[in-house]
Nanobody, 122 residues
Framework: VQLVESGGGLVQLGGSLTLSCTAS????????IGWFRQAPGKEREAVAV????????YYTDSARGRFTISRDNAKNTVYLQMNSLKFEDTAVYYC????????????????WGQGTQVTVSS
C-alpha cells in the first residue's frame, strides 16, 4: 500500500497550487481520502475530505471557498486545488486513506503518504 503526494512547493501570497495524492496497493474506489496539514509546532489537522466512489466532499472552515478536493478513480489520484493561498497555509500536506469516515476525521486513517511541503511567501 502506498500513497504519494506531489505538487508542493514555494508559492506567493495569493497564489495557487494543486497537490496530487496517487495511491496503489488497495481498491482506491472503496476508500475515503482526506487531505491534512501540519505546520511546525502544531498538530496535524484536516483540510478536506472526499468520499469513496462518486466522492461527496467536506471542507474545514480554513479551506472552504478556497480549496477544492476532487478524485479521478481511473488514475487512483485525489487532487487538492488551493487558491488564494495565505501565509497560514504553510505546512506539510499529507493525504490519508481509510474506509471509515470517523477514522479520517479523527486523523487516524490506515494509510498515509510521506507529505509534501507547501510554503507561502510574500
Amino acid at each position: 500500500v502506498q500513497l504519494v503526494e506531489s505538487g508542493g512547493g514555494l508559492v506567493q501570497l495569493g497564489g495557487s497550487l494543486t497537490l496530487s495524492c496517487t495511491a496503489s496497493g488497495f481498491t482506491f474506489n472503496d476508500y475515503i481520502i482526506g487531505w491534512f496539514r501540519q505546520a511546525p509546532g502544531k498538530e496535524r489537522e484536516a483540510v478536506a475530505v472526499i468520499g469513496a466512489g462518486e466522492g461527496i466532499t467536506y471542507y474545514t472552515d480554513s479551506a472552504r471557498g478556497r480549496f477544492t478536493i476532487s478524485r479521478d478513480n481511473a488514475k487512483n489520484t485525489v487532487y487538492l486545488q488551493m487558491n488564494s493561498l495565505k501565509f497560514e497555509d504553510t505546512a506539510v500536506y499529507y493525504c490519508s486513506a481509510d474506509r471509515a469516515l470517523p477514522k479520517i476525521v479523527e486523523v487516524r486513517g490506515d494509510y498515509w503518504g510521506q507529505g509534501t511541503q507547501v510554503t507561502v511567501s510574500s
